[in-house]
Nanobody, 120 residues
């Protein structure tokens, strides 16, 4: 069974930094796109950053220049480096991966979510 396990959330002051990690485990053939979403209280879940297998990244406008998504294919892990954090970045952050499993079927998988709180 495929699992995505996240780590790295927490409480940070405005202007600070955090690094989120998400590792995929289990039986699968390949990982296609990986990304990070977030959901703030009372708001819909939004895509923050995505990195397909070709490595071309894309970001929501509100985090451009502050967040960096990267992946280590050897470790089946995606990272989100968050710098210059703002209170409006406060949310639960979810890792997402599109994974090809046994039978060459492609499915979407989600991490359990990790809380990021930006507050003084």
């Amino acid at each position: 069974q495929v699992q995505l396990v996240e780590s790295g959330g927490g409480l940070v002051q405005p202007g600070g930094s955090l690094r989120l990690s998400c590792a995929a485990s289990g039986k699968f053939f390949s990982i296609n796109a990986m990304g990070w979403y977030r959901q703030a209280p009372g708001k819909q879940r939004e895509l923050v950053a995505i990195i397909p297998s070709d490595g071309i990244t894309n970001y929501v406008d509100s985090v451009k220049g502050r967040f960096t998504i990267s992946r280590d294919n050897a470790k089946n892990t995606v990272y989100l480096q968050m710098n210059s954090l703002k209170p409006e970045d406060t949310a639960v952050y979810y890792c997402h991966a599109q994974i090809t499993v046994v039978g060459y079927r492609r499915y979407d998988f989600w991490g359990q979510g990790t809380q990021v709180t930006v507050s003084s």
